[in-house]
């Protein structure tokens, strides 16, 4: 009985320090919106309606903190995750918890996958509260869907569909004509 209410306490204290460190949300959040992704089959996607200058915090990966025996039961079910693991240096800080399921998390959950040359945010994992930053690597405009590195863990199984491939060879093709030197 004692570890169960231990248990509690800790993610009681848990969600009321991400709370308040997401209730900081930067001026950009509220700036993001979520409509179908301009990658063929990836459903949905984050898009800005504002610019963005490189460098800048647009706020925190949220949603439920889960216990690394939850993340595999639900792993198991073999349905739609949002996964995101934490740092072990956060483990202090969050009970031992170690993953954050971001079904019903924030719209930075939604952020596709796109190859290196096309990624504009990045995930910034650190040890405490909000424990992951989303970060724009380059001056974004507005209009344009944010893409992000999952991270060498995650299976790009999409990334041989024939019409990604060609929506990625066309976003190249048409960056090439537009940069000094281009054909």
């Given amino acids: ?20 460190v997401v209730g900081q949300s930067s001026r950009y959040e509220k700036s993001l919106e979520i409509r179908t992704s301009q990658i063929p089959h990836a459903g949905n996607g984050v898009f800005t309606k504002v610019a963005i200058p490189k460098g800048a915090y647009l706020g925190a990966y949220t949603g439920q903190f889960i216990t690394d025996e939850e993340y595999q039961r639900r792993a198991s079910e073999d349905k739609w995750q949002y996964m995101m693991g934490l740092l072990d240096c956060a483990k202090p800080h969050t009970g031992g918890i170690t993953v954050i399921d971001g079904i019903k998390g924030n719209v930075f959950t939604r952020m596709n996958y796109a190859p290196a040359a ?66």
């Fill in 118 to 183: 096309f990624q504009n945010v990045k995930f910034v994992k650190i040890c405490e509260a909000p424990f992951v930053k989303i970060v724009a690597l380059r001056d974004i405009a507005a209009g344009e869907e944010l893409w992000v590195d999952y991270g060498p863990r995650y299976r790009y199984d999409f990334m041989e569909d024939p019409a990604v491939i060609r929506f990625f060879d066309d976003l190249r093709a048409r960056r090439a004509k537009k940069s000094p030197g281009g054909s």
């Fill in 1 to 20: 009985m004692r570890t169960r209410f231990r248990c509690l306490a800790v993610a009681v204290a848990l969600a009321a320090a991400v709370a308040a």
